[in-house]
């Protein structure tokens, strides 16, 4: 069965530090993957997608930047972190618009 | 481009009674609409999807949603709330162009009292 996993769960780090979350996705091949931010609990951005190794779709000019280096891995990265980049960060998965997303378990940042 | 609206931030409803969250969606083409839900801290959990077919799609936990193309709306229903269905309601349009993205609403929040 496919999995999908997502660390770490929480992190606080200081403004101006880098960051690198991971995503993973098991038991599938060559699927669709996205990076979702989520604000006060609420609505879900889209930050980067990704059909392929190597290949990013950024949504909205940020702080942030994505990596695909292996085809079920997706990397979320920041050189500078800023306050605003605090937040709830969502990875998912898919294979085809027919099949429904299936969410990481996020990773709570706090920027101090 | 395509958009979803939920225009309740909040439904309140007692055990027992049946539910309601509205969703209306805007999208060019045939869509592909979903619900989701989301405890606290959790990833978002799928509850169902409309893709073509018949017009009631049920889903997980007894949850129910009627699509209805000429009120471009997708509401989410239960016919007998639980205090345990108390949680964040998300409805997600899909697109059809490369990448396949996925539009959420804002999200409306159930609270369920005993």
């Known amino acids: 069965s496919q999995t999908i996993h997502q660390w770490p769960a929480t992190l606080v780090q200081p403004v101006g530090s880098p960051l690198s979350l991971e995503c993973t996705v098991e038991g599938t091949s060559n699927p669709n993957l996205y990076w979702y931010r989520q604000a006060a609990g609420r609505g879900l951005q889209l930050l980067f997608y990704?059909?392929?190794?190597?290949?990013i779709s950024s949504e909205v000019p940020q702080n942030l930047s994505a990596s695909r280096p292996q085809d079920r891995q997706f990397i979320l990265s920041s050189k500078k972190l800023l306050l605003s980049d605090s937040g709830f960060y969502l990875c998912?998965?898919?294979?085809?618009?027919?099949?429904?997303?299936?969410f990481g378990s996020g990773t709570r940042l706090t920027v101090v | 481009a395509q958009s979803v609206a939920q225009p309740e931030d909040q439904v309140n409803v007692a055990e027992g009674n049946p539910l309601t969250v509205k969703c209306t969606y805007s999208v060019s083409g045939n869509p592909y609409l979903f619900w989701y839900v989301q405890y606290p801290n959790r990833g978002l959990q799928f509850l169902l999807k409309?893709?073509?077919?018949?017009?009631l799609v049920k889903g997980s936990y007894g949850f129910e949603a009627e699509f209805n193309k000429s009120q471009t709306s997708f509401h989410l229903k239960k016919p007998s709330a639980l205090v345990s269905d108390s949680a964040l309601y998300f409805c997600?349009?899909?697109?059809?162009?490369?990448?396949?993205?996925?539009?959420f609403g804002t999200g409306t929040r159930l609270a369920v009292r005993p």
């Open positions: 998912a998965w898919t294979l085809d618009r027919g099949i429904p997303y299936t």
């Open positions: 409309y893709i073509t077919g018949d017009n």
């Open positions: 990704s059909v392929g190794i190597g290949q």
């Open positions: 997600a349009v899909r697109e059809g162009s490369s990448g396949d993205k996925l539009t």
